[in-house]
């Protein structure tokens, strides 16, 4: 055969080597043989083959004679590679000996050709042994020296090659889990490796794709039950989250959809919030609002207690020109930081909600995608574009809005456009990191909200005339309730399902104006440190009782009882109400609570109430009524100081 190798390479010396140099080197290699597992026979015609190089480049004719060769060689064919012709006795020996001189892909080539028909060793030889394992071992270092040189598709396919090559020899099992370990260990190169590559290179792209998917589905999900990274050959959850990271990029938001939705069915549930962003993303940035729409049905579907998908509903409902869902979403957030800020904003609750909503589409939703613009989320666009504009008044039509939900004009005020050009500066680290986590966030798919900075503002300008279809959907009675205490350590959860259908946004019931059984106002704060629930009773039943009050023309101080964003709601619709000569006669009585969560600063309960409404005008005439019935409704209570105050409400829960 003809082995491509000279002599001094085969002996492992420098051309200019003296002879004392080859001889001393001869001996090292004599008493040093690979022990990887090779026959007897093969390692001393090894020895055979590398005395023969020493006594030619230790004889000065001989050396002189073969370097004249060599250079005649080089000059008529000088891209030609120099060899050495072995008889077949020799031909392990000389891969052995190629293989240890770093020629891997070689030897490993010209072995493999040694195993098939009709040169194949008979079965059961010593040189079938030999060949079968030096082709595994020059297999993983041919495999290593592509890695090394980022060639990742090229060593992959010499595993590849070897792995066929150990399944059809059957000698050895343990080489063979050697070489697709290795494999597995490469994947992720390979798919960064495809992905990365051109677009116009489509069967490199979809051979990615489908790695990618491999990879997933082959570790149990994006979040590994165990730490896989004990294993030889796979990636530990951080190593997979900061590879995940790396090719998203190079990914479309289509692409992205189509391999989360895949997951997600697979039983991945963290696939299902990445399905939500890709839909989020996709419809914003192809302004296909039905997009969004999926990605709100996808939402409620996951059911993971670690995520609060409130802020979430609220932006896809506040995108899809839903304010007053949006707005019962963000009164009930478990964030106690994030309430904070949307009560202390200086605009009022659209501009809030708008701000927020821009920001999580910039930093949580559009970037991470090959064919998406993060830049800027532009929601004047959004809600300007006809496309838009056509779905959401196609929701409008099916009577997906409540009935009792005022139009608002398409024009907006002057304080209220004065209010959008505040705004905030948004935390890049996750909420429920400390303060360790600005150096290793977490994974995208843990993010589950943003929340904003503590300290200062950043000026983001919002055109008027797009959100005038949000503003249009607005109801002038705020549904977004302080739901946070002054104390920033105030915990307010909130105990709407994921799955639950929308609640009723009737009237909270209130007491009645019968004049056989007409409520009186309450005059003493609840201060109790652990409330019984005969307090708690009466604490309800005192805002209901105030609220009576209130809503007939009476005076009535409902700041005993409740916080001062309710308190404004009462006396907002009982403005209205005054405005057109009606009078509200209503009848509520609670039968029975059920306290549903208890903290030190934060109660939350179920009541049953038994409720009947009249409306009448000004002349006693009944206007509308509602016949007696029970609801159930929660309620939120927080402590301000000593005192405890309703802080919020969710009818029909």
Same mark, same amino acid.
Not at 234 to 239: G, T, V
Not at 330 to 359: I, K, M, S, T
Not at 408 to 430: G, I, R
Not at 588 to 601: E, F, M, N, Q
């Given at each position: 055969?003809?082995?491509?190798?000279?002599?001094?390479?085969?002996?492992?010396?420098?051309?200019?080597?003296? +002879?004392?140099?080859?001889?001393?080197?001869?001996?090292?290699?004599?008493? *040093?043989?690979?022990?990887?597992?090779?026959?007897?026979?093969?390692?001393?015609?090894?020895?055979?083959?590398?005395?023969?190089?020493?006594?030619?480049? *230790?004889?000065?004719?001989?050396?002189?004679?073969?370097?004249?060769?060599?250079?005649?060689?080089?000059?008529?064919?000088?891209?030609?590679?120099?060899?050495?012709?072995?008889?077949?006795?020799?031909?392990?020996?000389?891969?052995?000996?190629?293989?240890?001189?770093?020629?891997?892909?070689?030897?490993?080539?010209?072995?493999?050709?040694?195993?098939?028909?009709?040169?194949?060793?008979?079965?059961?030889?010593?040189?079938?042994?030999?060949?079968?394992?030096?082709?595994?071992?020059?297999?993983?270092?041919?495999?290593?020296?592509?890695?090394?040189?980022?060639?990742?598709? *090229?060593?992959?396919?010499?595993?590849?090659?070897?792995?066929?090559?150990?399944?059809?020899?059957?000698?050895?099992?343990?080489?063979?889990?050697?070489?697709?370990?290795?494999?597995?260990?490469?994947? +992720?190169?390979?798919i960064l490796d495809l992905l990365s590559r051109d677009l116009?290179?489509?069967?490199?792209?979809?051979?990615?794709?489908?790695?990618?998917?491999?990879?997933?589905?082959?570790?149990?999900?994006?979040?590994?039950?165990?730490?896989?990274?004990?294993? +030889?050959?796979?990636?530990?959850?951080?190593?997979?989250?900061?590879?995940?990271?790396?090719?998203?990029?190079?990914?479309?938001?289509?692409?992205q959809i189509d391999l989360f939705g895949r997951w997600f069915e697979g039983g991945t549930d963290d696939a299902g919030f990445l399905t939500v962003l890709a839909l989020t993303a996709a419809g914003f940035s192809r302004r296909k609002p039905?997009?969004?729409?999926?990605?709100?049905?996808?939402?409620?579907?996951?059911?993971?207690?670690?995520?609060?998908?409130?802020?979430?509903?609220?932006?896809?409902?506040?995108?899809?020109?839903?304010?007053?869902?949006?707005?019962?979403?963000?009164?009930?957030?478990?964030?106690?930081?994030?309430?904070?800020?949307?009560?202390?904003?200086?605009?009022?609750?659209?501009?809030?909600?708008?701000?927020?909503?821009?920001?999580?589409?910039?930093?949580?939703?559009?970037?991470?995608?090959?064919?998406?613009?993060?830049?800027?989320?532009?929601?004047?666009?959004w809600f300007a574009d006809r496309d838009v504009q056509s779905y959401v008044d196609r929701l409008d039509r099916k009577a997906s809005r409540q009935p009792d939900v005022e139009d608002?004009?398409?024009?907006?005020?002057?304080?209220?456009?004065?209010?959008?050009?505040?705004?905030?500066?948004?935390?890049?680290?996750?909420p429920e990191t400390d303060s360790d986590a600005a150096e290793s966030p977490p994974s995208f798919w843990r993010q589950r909200w943003i929340r904003p900075a503590a300290g200062g503002l950043v000026v983001v300008g919002i055109a008027l005339g797009g959100l005038a279809l949000v503003r249009r959907n607005l109801d002038q009675a705020p549904l977004m309730t302080e739901t946070a205490s002054e104390s920033p350590e105030a915990e307010v959860e909130a105990a709407v399902e994921l799955d639950a259908p929308p609640p009723p946004l009737t009237e909270e019931p209130v007491a009645s104006l019968k004049p056989d059984l007409r409520p009186s106002a309450p005059s003493e704060p609840l201060v109790s440190d652990a409330p019984t629930e005969a307090e708690l009773q009466a604490l309800v039943q005192g805002w209901l009782d105030a609220k009576a009050l209130a809503l007939s023309g009476q005076p009535a101080d409902l700041s005993i009882v409740a916080r001062d964003p309710l308190v404004k709601r009462v006396e907002r619709e009982r403005t209205t109400d005054e405005a057109a000569g009606r009078l509200k006669l209503?009848?509520?009585?609670?039968?029975?609570?059920?306290?549903?969560?208890?903290?030190?600063?934060?109660?939350?309960l179920r009541a049953q109430v038994a409720y009947s409404d009249r409306l009448q005008g000004a002349d006693g005439a009944v206007i509308d009524e509602t016949a007696p019935s029970d609801f159930s409704v929660t309620y939120v209570l927080g402590r301000d100081g000593k005192q405890w105050r309703l802080h919020a409400y969710i009818p029909g829960s």
């Open positions: 055969m003809d082995l491509p190798i000279d002599h001094f390479r085969l002996l492992g010396v420098s051309p200019s080597a003296e +002879p004392e140099a080859i001889l001393r080197r001869l001996q090292t290699r004599c008493d *040093s043989p690979p022990d990887q597992g090779f026959t007897h026979e093969a390692l001393l015609q090894r020895a055979d083959l590398l005395r023969r190089s020493a006594d030619l480049l *230790s004889d000065p004719t001989d050396r002189a004679d073969y370097e004249a060769a060599l250079l005649r060689l080089s000059e008529s064919h000088p891209n030609g590679t120099v060899g050495l012709d072995l008889p077949t006795s020799s031909e392990v020996a000389g891969l052995i000996l190629l293989w240890e001189a770093h020629g891997a892909v070689e030897a490993f080539q010209l072995a493999r050709q040694g195993l098939q028909p009709p040169q194949a060793p008979a079965l059961g030889s010593g040189r079938e042994a030999d060949l079968t394992l030096l082709a595994a071992l020059a297999c993983r270092d041919a495999a290593l020296e592509e890695e090394e040189q980022r060639r990742y598709e *090229s060593a992959a396919q010499l595993l590849m090659d070897g792995i066929q090559l150990q399944q059809r020899m059957g000698k050895l099992p343990d080489q063979q889990h050697l070489l697709e370990e290795a494999l597995q260990a490469l994947t +992720p190169f390979r116009g290179d489509q069967d490199s792209h979809q051979r990615g794709l489908t790695l990618l998917d491999e990879l997933v589905v082959a570790r149990g999900g994006l979040e590994a039950v165990t730490d896989e990274g004990d294993h +030889p050959g796979s990636l530990s959850q951080a190593d997979f989250e900061s590879f995940f990271h790396q090719i998203r990029r190079f990914l479309t938001v289509q692409e039905e997009f969004l729409e999926q990605a709100r049905d996808r939402m409620q579907t996951l059911a993971n207690a670690d995520l609060d998908p409130m802020p979430l509903l609220g932006c896809l409902d506040l995108l899809l020109g839903n304010v007053k869902d949006a707005e019962r979403h963000f009164a009930v957030l478990r964030d106690a930081e994030l309430q904070a800020w949307f009560l202390n904003h200086p605009g009022d609750r659209l501009a809030a909600q708008c701000e927020y909503c821009r920001a999580w589409l910039e930093r949580d939703v559009l970037p991470g995608y090959r064919d998406v613009d993060a830049s800027v989320a532009d929601l004047d666009a608002m004009p398409l024009a907006w005020s002057a304080a209220a456009a004065a209010s959008l050009d505040s705004s905030f500066e948004m935390n890049e680290a996750d209503i009848d509520a009585s609670i039968t029975s609570i059920d306290v549903v969560d208890r903290k030190p600063l934060r109660i939350e």
